[in-house]
């Protein structure tokens, strides 16, 4: 007997094995659909007490407070559905979910940041969570300047990027990406960190890439701008979605860069510096 439940609970214990093996293995090939469940789920949770408006690709939740500006927030999310799909060549596998928030510290609070971090939108695993723009527009000017200057253009350009990469991209990157088709799209640009006369540096993009939260904002987020624009212009604009696409084939970016631009990445990531360091 004693043989016989060792033998059993053996092959239990290598049944469980397989189990665990291939939950692994659907988690990593799809970790962004379960990423996207999970806080989609925690959304629903969280804003369940929200109004909600749909448009033709948008579900829209918000505070009452917020309800004579969902029109104009649906009309320029839809906008920038269109563009910015446009300029991918792809869209969206599903519908995209925004949130907004009435006041600063509630969309910090979603995510657990300090509350005084400043951020008019941020895209988060196939949702956008925006700021009011009763909260940095006055009334008179929000029909002119919140789909110009407002956050819908660069966080739905970030979902493509992820929908493009499926998930497998870094943080440099999809800003750079996401600056570039919005500059592109609207003319926005943020100014120059430098134009003060604040002394030129800028960053390795493997700091770039470990590290960008802890780096100084305003010049990481222009190196990524740089970046991109620097491709674009040297490689041609189609480089920029093929290099996402290799990433979305599940290349490391080194690779993808390589692969797509038909040099080594040492040598283009040093000529990217030269460039840069050359136009400053």
């Known amino acids: 007997m004693l043989g016989i439940k060792t033998a059993v609970s053996a092959k239990n214990l290598g049944l469980v094995l397989i189990l665990i093996l291939v939950v692994i293995l659907l988690v990593s090939r799809n970790s962004q659909s379960l990423m996207r469940f999970m806080v989609g789920q925690e959304i629903n949770l969280k804003t369940a007490d929200f109004d909600h408006y749909q448009s033709e690709h948008y579900d829209i939740k918000y505070t009452s407070i917020d309800q004579p500006y969902v029109k104009l927030i649906a009309a320029a999310a839809e906008g920038a559905y269109d563009s910015v799909s446009a300029a991918f060549g792809i869209e969206p596998a ?120 802890e780096l100084d904002q305003s010049i990481a987020y222009w190196e990524s701008l740089q970046a991109a624009e620097y491709i674009a212009h040297q490689y041609g604009e189609k480089s920029l979605f093929a290099i996402t696409q290799q990433l979305g084939h599940g290349k490391s970016l080194e690779q993808a860069i390589e692969n797509v631009l038909a040099v080594s990445y040492t040598e283009w990531e040093d000529k990217f510096y030269r460039h840069i360091a050359h136009n400053a």
């Open 94 to 213: 599903r519908r995209t979910v925004i949130v907004v928030y009435p006041d600063s510290s509630s969309l910090s609070k979603s995510f657990g940041w300090d509350k005084d971090a400043n951020a008019m939108g941020v895209y988060w695993a196939g949702s956008i969570r925006i700021l009011s723009p009763r909260e940095w527009l006055p009334e008179d000017d929000m029909q002119l300047y919140f789909a110009r200057e407002g956050p819908m253009v660069h966080e739905f350009a970030h979902l493509m990027v992820d929908e493009m990469s499926r998930g497998n991209y870094n943080r440099w990157w999809t800003e750079g990406m996401a600056q570039y088709v919005e500059k592109k799209i609207t003319g926005f640009e943020f100014s120059s960190p430098f134009a003060d006369g604040k002394d030129f540096e800028y960053y390795q993009l493997k700091q770039l890439g470990k590290h960008f939260d």
